[in-house]
């Protein structure tokens, strides 16, 4: 189905523009220059770490096998400046490599995912889960909005994925995490459900969003 999105959106103003953006003088200078993408690259791996463990230590406390010398709402207050200065070099850096294929990525169904799941991420992640660590675990009726809207965004990602293993992948991350939400409920120093919910969607959100930028790659 997302192939076919594709074709559909390669016929369409998208097209110009990806091919417009591709013979410009800024994507002809980064493709030329020899030493930008190289380092655009390593600087993308390297605050996609950052990311990951910003993300990690903050949602795995949360959910239960993380630090507790910090309260959940005071860890995910310190790890937010670096999830940000993460999230602000990927971006820059992603965009860099994008200049350098754009051709390509039109047709890259892994770009597509990637995009969706980052723009649902985002959404999640400032919009739902901070809100519910910083009020222990109690939804505003904009978090809820903005939680319909990016599990919803993200369903859709899944349902446009034409690869089943893709999908079992997903699945088997979700069920995983599902389970760790099931025991840790258990433990008698366990936050409500809320708390330890969001912080589940939101690895998920993030892993799949790294995944799907490694397979641009390959594809």
């Known amino acids: 189905m997302l192939d076919t999105l594709i074709q559909l959106m390669s016929a369409s ?14 994507a002809t200078y980064i493709k030329n220059a020899k030493f930008i993408v190289p380092w655009a690259g390593s600087f993308h791996l390297l605050s996609l770490g950052l990311m990951g463990g910003a993300i ?7 959910i239960g096998p ?3 010398s910090q309260s959940p709402a005071s860890l995910n207050k310190a790890m937010k400046p670096w999830l940000i200065i993460a999230i602000i070099v990927l971006m820059t850096s992603g965009s860099i490599l994008a200049l350098s294929e754009m051709t390509r990525l039109l ?7 990637k995009m969706a799941s980052l723009a649902s991420a985002l959404i999640f992640t400032f919009g739902v889960r901070d809100h519910v660590v910083q009020n222990d675990g109690s939804f505003s009726l904009l978090a809820k909005i903005l939680g319909v809207l990016a599990v919803g965004l993200y369903v859709v990602v899944f349902v446009m994925i034409s690869s089943t293993l893709a999908r079992l992948c997903l699945l088997g991350l ?4 599902g389970a760790l939400l099931w025991f840790s409920g258990k433990r008698p120093e366990a936050l409500p459900l809320s708390m330890r919910a969001v ?7 993030w892993l799949t969003t790294a995944v799907a930028g490694r397979w641009i790659a390959f594809w």
């Open 107 to 113: 047709f890259s169904p892994p770009y597509w995912m």
């Open 56 to 62: 990690i230590l903050a949602d795995l406390r949360n």
């Open 174 to 177: 979700a069920a995983t995490l």
């Open 199 to 205: 912080s589940a969607i939101s690895i998920v959100l």
């Open 66 to 68: 993380g630090l507790h």
């Open 13 to 26: 103003a998208v097209d110009d523009f990806f091919y417009g953006v591709d013979g410009s003088g800024l």
